[in-house]
């Protein structure tokens, strides 16, 4: 799977739109980019993923450059409860091939 | 949706006692995970089951750690003759498989493992 590389920590407004970056540019074809985060003190939850399109659900946004070398998650109108770690995530098929990293610690200030 | 359950939330232990946590997953998912988390790192693959086949195990996983899913439903997690490098956050977590590219995962909020 491809290593991903992301900052290791951001700030984010409350109310403002949080975008966390992710660079991957040894993805192949096939691998997908997928988002989790950690809220302190509770497992992983996943957020969304996509493979060359953009996508959305009710919890964000993921805009995937056309190259696929990097991506972005966006949180349109942060707030205080999406404080966490955010991991972004390269992998062909499967849960069991889940490389975490260390991820984005995202604070979002009052 | 009543969610991933682990159990214990915490456990204490002394080194080279043997320790056992469990995971109930998410009622109709037939895969089943194991991750161990350290402090300031994401988790970390350990083993995972198909209902009750034991399909992968990590490189992690000595033979000092066995997870058994019996019924394809609950799994444990038995650590023996603990070290204090056991220390971590143990986490399950489940998911129901139909298409792989798109599997989520479920994941619980963990056992905390202390080895003294």
């Known amino acids: 799977d491809a290593k991903t590389t992301q900052p290791p920590s951001m700030d984010c407004a409350e109310g403002r739109a949080a975008n966390l970056p992710c660079n991957h540019s040894?993805?192949?074809?096939?691998?997908?980019v997928y988002w989790y985060r950690q809220i302190h003190s509770q497992g992983p939850q996943y957020i969304i993923h996509?493979?060359?399109n953009n996508e959305t659900n009710e919890m964000a946004s993921l805009i995937i450059t056309e190259d696929r070398k990097s991506s972005t998650l966006i949180l349109p109108h942060a707030t205080l409860r999406d404080t966490a770690v955010y991991y972004c995530i390269a992998s062909k098929t499967g849960a069991n091939n889940l490389f975490f990293g260390t991820g984005t610690r995202l604070t979002v200030i009052p | 949706d009543t969610g991933v359950s682990q159990n214990p939330r915490h456990k204490i232990t002394k080194r080279g006692q043997n320790v056992t946590f469990r995971c109930d997953p998410i009622s109709e998912h037939n895969r089943l995970y194991w991750y161990r988390q350290t402090l300031g790192q994401g988790p970390e693959f350990l083993t995972y089951?198909?209902?009750?086949?034991?399909?992968?195990k990590s490189r992690l996983l000595s033979d000092r750690f066995s997870a058994e899913r019996p019924k394809g439903s609950f799994s444990t997690l038995e650590i023996q003759r603990t070290e204090q490098g056991d220390s971590a956050m143990y986490l399950c977590?489940?998911?129901?498989?139909?298409?792989?590219?798109?599997?989520?995962?479920?994941f619980g909020s963990g056992t905390q493992l202390s080895v003294l």
């Open positions: 977590a489940s998911s129901l498989v139909r298409d792989r590219a798109n599997e989520k995962l479920f």
């Open positions: 996509g493979l060359k």
């Open positions: 040894t993805i192949s074809g096939n691998e997908y």
């Open positions: 089951f198909q209902n009750e086949a034991q399909l992968e």
